[in-house]
């Protein structure tokens, strides 16, 4: 494939050190070009872009109307096996890949990723803009608050909350009369009419009337009982802090608030629906749209209570205007990266947004995306959730693996801990550890070959790797699990050069035939898609499902969300709901706890297990590296 004929690319030079530095070290050392000069080699217009000070800016979705007839480029998804509570180098291999294709073979290409959460970042993982030699920057930047989109959900998530709260307390206060009076105020001249957020619900009701007024007394008390069942809320807050403590907790406890107390919870604010509503809208009036069909509840009559009855979906959208324009950055080698939305992976579905993928495939010839932790999970519903709602085509599918997680799939081997140093066992040669865990590979492959795409399989190489170790895993990619290719890269090091063999097998594998199918119907119902997940992407026997699961499928069912995709919300660390369970489980059934309705957002997520949606704290967090040096205001200590 040749490179589109545009304005010459200009790479930046790296200047490489050995032994390599902290990724902080590498990203503070780094030549920085202007945002502006990364835009205009895209041929991007000045008027496109908004500044966020020199390095960073938002780019305006008017570009998609301009370049609406140029040709897509190849979309590529980087995934993973079932990594280690480590991560086996993800993004590092996606940041890796992009250097290479884009400094090294010339191609025009945009890397495509998730702004990452402040939980993770001050928490157990670190922050996810690559690493060594393949990363994003300014790397302080892309983890700490970036240009204030998830501040931006944060705060409209809440607001919602607020507001059912507020609504249910001022409607027990009120006749149907009081609360029309009260949200139909007279202007001064004595004169009702109807505020922009009641608009969606007069419509939802088929009242077509314009005037207050003319409302029988039937017609307002629809308009202004929503007769929320607070049994049934699911909506609750969110913070973007890992605080376990958040989990449950008890609202209406102030002495105004007697007799409205009830149990809720926080989540991490990423898990927000609406952080999914950014990532899978395709602008600003479907985002609205789909806000206003977010569902909170029922009312005591078993109807769906959305944003759009509370009449708050219109101050949501504001709120979040900005958000919906990617965020326009760069690698250390200078080429162009969106981030744009942040999903979690075993939460929510785990990919960065439609839009900036739909931007970057006008801009180049290779957009290289990633999807959150294994194919189990991000890749899967990157497949049948954001490919299905964008109509987008992948090409081919990169597979990140690591020696020492592959030896950890043995089941034979010591638990790896974040923050410990790893056990002899995963840094000397070990080929039956090896060999026992090539199962987890193995399945991965096949998971992405059941939906019709190429797969190649990136080696992470570490230090400690062995060639026959990794001629190992090499083999096994290409002659047991199916893969177009499996190629060692070290791009952490060296950056693009390390991952030029892996951008040469990425390109090839990009012209092959494909067949790209959905794992499942839309039409199938909600537990038979639950179970064709279950049973071929997890391998389990079974699906079992709490009383309160049952309910909910009954009612969703009922008000017609049978027919949405299902995001799947389960540990990472394991292909079945077990963390402790390594390599490819068999013999075991799927729990399903509880199942929520993300209708704005176009999914329904069955919660798994234990699986949680706060994370919480360990006893050593990351925030104990991290300060600041009041002198010259450099950050220390993110990694």
Known sequence: MNPKPKRAFKPTPLKRLTPVPSDLEIAQAAALKPIVEVADELELLPEELEMYGPYKAKVKLSVLERLKDAPDGHYIDVTAITPTPLGEGKTTTTVGLSQALGAHLGYRVMTCIRQPSQGPTFGIKGGAAGGGYSQVIPMEDFNLHLTGDIHAITAANNLLAAAIDARMLHEAGATDEQMFKRLCPPDKKGKRRFGPGLLGRLEKLGIQKSDPDELTV?????????????????????????DRFLRGVTVGKGAEEAGFERETGFDIAVASELMAILALTTDLADMRRRIGRMVIGL???????????????GALTVLMKDTIKPNLMQTLEGTPVFVHAG???????????????????????????????????????????????????????????????????????PKVVAGRPLDAAYTDENLDLLRDGLGNLIHHIKIARKFGIPVVVAVNRFS???????????????????????????????????????????VKAAEKPRDFRFLYPLELSIKEKIETIA???YGADGVDYSSEAEEQIADYTRLGFDRLPICMAKTHLSLSHDP???????????????????????????????????????????????????VTEKIIGLS
């Open 299 to 313: 009312s005591k009559q078993g109807e769906a209570v959305t944003a759009e009855d509370l009449g708050v979906a």
């Open 343 to 413: 999903p979690f992976a075993n939460i929510a579905h785990g990919n960065s947004s439609i839009i900036a993928d739909r931007i970057a495939l006008k801009l180049a010839d290779f957009v290289v995306t990633e999807s959150g932790f294994g194919a189990d999970i991000g890749m899967e519903k990157f497949f049948d959730i954001k490919c299905r709602t964008s109509g987008l085509t992948p090409s081919v599918v990169v597979l990140v693996a690591t020696v020492r997680a592959l030896k950890m799939h043995s089941g034979r081997g």
């Open 580 to 630: 402790t369970l390594k390599g490819v489980p068999t013999g075991f059934r799927l729990p399903v706890r509880e199942v929520r309705a993300s209708v704005g957002a176009g999914f329904l997520y069955p919660l798994i297990g234990k699986m949680s949606t706060m994370p919480g704290l360990p006893t050593r967090p990351g925030y104990y590296e991290i300060d600041i040096d009041p």
């Open 535 to 537: 049973r071929e992407v």
């Open 464 to 506: 400690t790797d062995t060639p026959a170790e990794l001629e190992m895993i090499r083999k096994a990619s290409t002659e047991e699990g199916g893969a177009e290719d499996a190629v060692v890269a070290d791009h952490w090091a060296l950056g693009g050069e390390g991952a030029l063999a892996l951008a040469q097998a990425v």
């Open 218 to 242: 039937e017609e307002q008390a629809r308009l202004c009982r929503l007769d929320i069942d607070p049994e049934t809320i699911t909506w609750r807050r969110v913070l973007d802090t890992s």
